[in-house]
């Protein structure tokens, strides 16, 4: 690894400030009658940031649930398992790929991959996987982020050529604690405050402090965006770009809320030496195999 | 004041158990050609636990809020005004009809104290004031509650036979931490666990535990209901019965969310000695002062 020019600077010590993306959303070449993605649904990445897919995979959803049920009790003291940050309830597992065949089905299956291919212009590799689960009643809300800051800061990403494929396994209603995005946000970059702390994922996987931007800059954000929560089917597939804003609410109702998530990088953007952290974190969440992945 | 018969018993030691509701929902007579409400509304209220009037009070809203700013800034230090869980922000300002002739005037108003009176089936008294406001980004949620539950446990309201009216003084969409109700649960009476802590109110205004009905209570109330989120633009009023479940999402978006809610009890039902509390809370959040309240 080694460092290269730092285009994304953030928690390196100034004041916070938004400034340009200097990356392409979309990496690959105009579509062909061939291609997986088409060009309204490439316009509508590009300006969003984002793409819906619903009731995509409605057969893999009792197959993943059962598989995480096991997950649950034989992952239990690893520290692939995180938990809420109060109480015990579980948060999210880390790395179920390499633990359930099923999950990793999923990431590479043949109505997914390609269209990640298509989207970041080459072959990639499977950065991180997990399983997000928001309890009934107790799920807490996630802080607004985005990933990429946190992927470039502490894992060293240098570019903006990333996503997050994600499957629901179960609905995902305005109730129990969705995904909200602010569409558009993706062509902005916030360099947040402050400095990362030594094995800061310990406490941000929890709880993320660091890399959220503050309210004044949000409510800058917001003048002319609005927020979209991301509704569904269990089945529904969904796509988002690396560097869009999101985050959660939480969970009062009485449903659970559980995703399963791969995070896609391009095999031409490998990571360096992490850019404001002293080493890169462990592998299970930012994988050092790279890989190109094949449909399965 | 003299002990009576406790018909809804709740933190007396016991585990927690649901029981029956024992009064009307409506006390009223039936409606003639002259009443305030239709035979429409009172089912619906009497089906939902609650009514929704959109926009009927938009006149109200610049008033009130310029009103409330006035009062953050007088009323600073009191007890009234009570700040959230984590950090500073305002959360509620209690009794603000007592300061303000313009919260006044909503609670008496034309369009709102009769049909208040024909829900009740007798002459009212304002029972507590409050502005509820949610910060935008750091407005944490309300946990699940019935309010009478509260009023019954710490206040001494022997019976069911109040009602909250409340006004949006901005729009409260999904996004910034509605208010959320389980239509139909007024009909159900959820006894809770644990015993009344002295001046509890200190901390339960900030972050409600007790009088929280528990997971699986919940669950089993959701098991045949809903839930809903109260919607609506500034200016909507809403009625809501005194022993509805309902609790709030955090706020993560960049709107603030406020209200103007106004709570009134019969005078056919005042307060006793609180049935699960060494004394009553403080005037502020339970008055003893029971004139039948006069349109303005």
Do not use: W
């Given at each position: 690894m080694t460092m290269t020019d730092d285009l994304y600077p953030s928690r390196v010590g100034g004041g916070e400030q938004i400034i340009p993306r200097l990356d392409p959303v979309i990496h690959g070449p105009a579509p062909s009658g061939e291609s997986p993605l088409d060009r309204d649904q490439l316009d509508c990445y590009e300006q969003n940031g984002y793409l819906v897919f619903p009731d995509l995979l409605?057969?893999?959803?009792?197959?993943?649930?059962?598989?995480?049920?096991?997950?649950?009790?034989?992952?239990?003291?690893?520290?692939?398992?995180?938990?809420?940050?109060?109480?015990?309830?579980?948060?999210?597992?880390?790395?179920?790929?390499?633990?359930?065949?099923?999950?990793?089905?999923?990431?590479?299956?043949?109505?997914?991959?390609?269209?990640?291919?298509?989207?970041?212009?080459?072959?990639?590799?499977?950065?991180?996987?997990?399983?997000?689960?928001?309890?009934?009643?107790?799920?807490?809300?996630?802080?607004w982020h985005s990933d990429f800051e946190t992927w470039h800061v502490e894992d060293g990403m240098p570019r903006m050529r990333a996503l997050t494929a994600w499957l629901m396994l179960n609905e995902n209603s305005h109730y129990n604690g969705p995904l909200y995005v602010i569409p558009g946000s993706h062509k902005?970059?916030?360099?947040?405050?402050?400095?990362?702390?030594?094995?800061?994922?310990?406490?941000?996987?929890?709880?993320?402090?660091?890399g959220v931007p503050e309210p004044d800059t949000m409510?800058?954000?917001?003048?002319?965006?609005?927020?979209?929560?991301?509704?569904?089917?269990?089945?529904?597939?969904?796509?988002?770009?690396?560097?869009?804003?999101?985050?959660?609410?939480?969970?009062?109702?009485?449903?659970?809320?559980?995703?399963?998530m791969c995070v896609y990088n391009s095999v031409e953007n490998k990571p360096v030496a992490p850019y404001g952290a002293a080493r890169p974190r462990p592998a299970f969440l930012s994988s050092r195999d790279y890989t190109p992945a094949a449909v399965a």
């Open positions: 409605p057969e893999l959803v009792e197959p993943l649930q059962a598989d995480i049920q096991r997950l649950r009790t034989e992952l239990r003291g690893r520290e692939e398992l995180v938990r809420e940050p109060q109480g015990d309830g579980l948060r999210t597992i880390f790395n179920p790929c390499r633990f359930s065949p099923q999950i990793d089905g999923l990431f590479r299956h043949p109505k997914v991959l390609p269209m990640v291919r298509q989207l970041l212009g080459s072959d990639v590799y499977l950065m991180q996987s997990r399983v997000n689960n928001k309890p009934a009643f107790r799920g807490r809300s996630f802080a902005l970059y916030v360099s947040c405050r402050g400095r990362t702390g030594e094995d800061n994922y310990k406490s941000s996987l929890r709880q993320q402090t660091l409510r800058e954000i917001l003048r002319e965006r609005e927020i979209h929560a991301i509704t569904g089917k269990p089945g529904t597939l969904v796509i988002h770009e690396c560097n869009l804003l999101h985050g959660s609410p939480d969970n009062i109702s009485g449903d659970p809320r559980q995703v399963v």
